[in-house]
């Protein structure tokens, strides 16, 4: 998928999205076509806990808890990578700012983990509480305590045997 610098040009939402799903492996796909992937993507973004929000060329589909404290993430991404850590850092102060306590993301492969470490050195995040997480061998998940001053319990995983990556390297 080609990469569209954000500072150049922005990308509609919609478009972000089309292009995501079309550039994704069959196994990403979960052996369903492209159309079926949008079709229900189209109907998880009407759900009334679900909330698309686009910063850059960055499209984050955030998952809101029934107190709204916190949000299951997942971002479609079209933007360059350093205009990426910068998106996710608008997207994650914008959860700080609509009172959200925690954000939950998970990803195959290890590129995104190595996005998470950096962006929790950047100055914006020095107060936040990132615990890293290897769920199987293709997944990896990343838990942000956004403001860790209203103690919010810490994600629990669900599968025995998740190993913690807190300490692995960038």
Do not use: C, W
Request: no cysteine; net charge negative; charged share 30%.
């Amino acid at each position: 998928m080609k990469l569209v610098d954000s500072k150049k040009k922005i990308i509609p939402g919609p478009e972000i999205i089309a292009r995501v799903v079309h550039d994704m492996s069959e196994d990403e796909l979960g052996g369903i076509t492209p159309q079926v992937a949008l079709i229900g993507l189209a109907k998880e973004l009407t759900m009334d806990s679900v909330e698309p929000k686009q910063f850059g060329n960055t499209v984050f589909i955030g998952h809101y808890t029934d107190d709204k404290s916190g949000v299951y993430m997942r971002a479609l991404n079209m933007d360059t990578a350093k205009n990426f850590v910068d998106n996710g850092e608008q997207y994650v102060k914008y959860l700080l700012d609509q009172k959200v306590d925690k954000m939950y993301t998970e990803f195959n492969g290890s590129q995104l983990l190595h996005v998470f470490k950096l962006f929790s050195k950047r100055p914006g995040t020095k107060d936040m509480v990132f615990n890293y997480f290897k769920i199987d061998e293709d997944t990896n998940a990343v838990e942000v305590i956004i403001d860790p001053s209203k103690n919010p319990e810490p994600v629990k995983p669900l599968l025995s045997g998740v190993e913690d990556l807190q300490n692995e390297p960038i």
